[in-house]
């Protein structure tokens, strides 16, 4: 029990930077494998009381909730959809049936939470700064940059543009 705080922590604080660094942005043109991350709920919608959390701590708020999801829509270039069953039309959100659990890639996702907090455990503490209350090193952006896939490699420069890379210095 003791672990899922610190996790619950860590998701909330990620949502929150990656929200903050994606809100001036449109949503990136150069991103074919997402699904457009615009058409989630409206911004002051709210789901009912969670019934089926496994990771999260099970007294997460419907408020909270959400932060933590609108976060995972923007760290993976996703919608809701995408880890939930949604009925006919996925921007109606009542017809949604968040609870259940068929859907492959939110039990991935259940996997990945986890993961990400062994990853923050595992941090070498001897490198960088902590991260302040609340934060941590690693989150879900820190991979996925607002992709399903994250990127292997920096991205070829576009014909024209400045080379990708700087060349290395000595
Ligand atoms: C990348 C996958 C992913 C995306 C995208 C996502 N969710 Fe979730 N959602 C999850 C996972 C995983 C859980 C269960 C967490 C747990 O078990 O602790 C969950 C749980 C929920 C629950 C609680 C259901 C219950 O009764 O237990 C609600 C409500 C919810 N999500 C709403 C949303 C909304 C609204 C969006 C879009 C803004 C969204 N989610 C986007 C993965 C996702
Ligand atoms: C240390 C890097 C890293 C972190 C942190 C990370 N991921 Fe991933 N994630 C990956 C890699 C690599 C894959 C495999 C990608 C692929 O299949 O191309 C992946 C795959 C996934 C998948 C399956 C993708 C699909 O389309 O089937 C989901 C869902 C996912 N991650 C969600 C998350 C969420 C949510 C978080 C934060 C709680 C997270 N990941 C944190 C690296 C990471």
């Known amino acids: ?3 899922l705080v610190p996790l619950a922590a860590f998701v909330l604080c990620g949502t929150v930077v990656m929200l903050a660094g994606q809100a001036p942005q449109a949503p990136a043109a150069a991103a074919p494998q997402a699904a457009a991350p615009a058409g989630g709920p409206p911004a002051d919608w709210l789901p009912p009381t969670p019934k089926n959390l496994k990771v999260l701590p099970k007294e997460t708020d419907p408020k909270q909730l959400m932060e933590i999801m609108r976060g995972y829509n ?4 996703v919608r ?3 880890c939930h069953v ?3 039309d996925p921007n109606d959100m009542s017809a949604y049936n968040f609870e259940s659990d068929r859907k492959e ?4 996702t259940r996997a990945m939470m986890k993961y990400t907090d062994a990853v923050n455990q595992a941090f070498p503490k001897e490198v960088g700064d ?3 209350p609340g ?3 690693v989150t879900c952006f820190t991979c996925h940059q607002g992709q399903r896939h994250p990127p292997l490699k920096p991205k070829a420069a576009a014909p024209g543009a400045p080379a990708a890379a700087a ?3 000595p």
């Open 74 to 77: 923007a760290a993976m270039g």
């Open 80 to 82: 809701c959809v995408y």
């Open 1 to 3: 029990m003791r672990r």
């Open 130 to 132: 902590p991260p302040k």
């Open 86 to 88: 949604a009925g006919p």
């Open 105 to 108: 890639h939110k039990e991935a």
């Open 135 to 137: 934060e941590s090193y």
């Open 167 to 169: 060349p290395p210095r």
